[in-house]
T-cell receptor
């Protein structure tokens, strides 16, 4: 019974395309996140959503846009993909009061832009 | 600006050895520190979470300590096994829904 799921697991696409990654959590958490893990394995937070409201938005290009249709879903839309967008993207969730408790991560989506 | 550093970057040990992974952070104003495990090609699994008011947490063969004033945490793994081979990440929560990760320590336990 998967707690945080992401689709697709792998995504290969060409520069300039628009793509989406979906994330769903069945933990009843109020806060969800998107992280990017680059080739050097650093995990950097991109977005946080709490009760469907964007809480933080790091210095992420506006080509990236999170969409949360409901509390259990936080999708990531990427427009005009660039080579530098190639990375593994992780979705995560935690309780409403922020990550004062454990964060639960999805399996990741490996995005390759050619 | 909070920075999280993990040393060593990689570690190879024979099976059965006890080992310590280190994590340091530059700003002691944290709410908690979390240790994760990441297996190749897979997501992160939370191992231990230490709140800022706590000194340590234990789970099975794992023990994590936190010295907030010095900006340090250690993850102690007892009697290491080949199945412990993975990358171990530490992360600090600094408020505002922001979690800062270290680059991780790649552990290889030889059978």
């Amino acid at each position: 019974d998967t707690a945080v799921s992401q689709t697709p697991k792998y995504l290969v696409t060409q520069m300039g395309n628009d793509k989406s990654i979906k994330c769903e959590q069945n933990l009843g958490h109020d806060t969800m996140y998107w992280y990017k893990q680059d080739s050097k394995k650093f995990l950097k937070i991109m977005f946080s959503y709490n009760n469907k409201e964007l809480i933080i938005n790091e210095t992420v290009p506006n080509r990236f846009s999170p969409k949360s249709p409901d509390k259990a879903h936080l999708n990531l839309h990427i427009n005009s993909l660039e080579l530098g967008d190639s990375a593994v993207y992780f979705c995560a969730s935690s309780q409403e009061t922020g990550p004062l408790g454990s964060q639960y991560f999805g399996p990741g989506t490996r995005l390759t832009v050619t | 600006k909070q920075e999280v550093t993990q040393i060593p970057a990689a570690l190879s040990v024979p099976e059965g050895e006890n080992l310590v992974l280190n994590c340091s952070f530059t700003d002691s104003a944290i709410y908690n520190l979390q240790w994760f495990r990441q297996d190749p090609g897979k997501g992160l699994t939370s191992l231990l979470l230490i709140q800022s008011s706590q000194r340590e947490q234990t789970s099975g063969r794992l023990n994590a300590s936190l010295d907030k004033s010095s900006g340090r945490s250690t993850l102690y793994i007892a009697a290491s096994q080949p199945g412990d081979s993975a990358t171990y990440l530490c992360a600090v929560y600094t408020g505002g829904f922001k979690t800062i990760f270290g680059a991780g320590t790649r552990l290889f336990v030889k059978a």
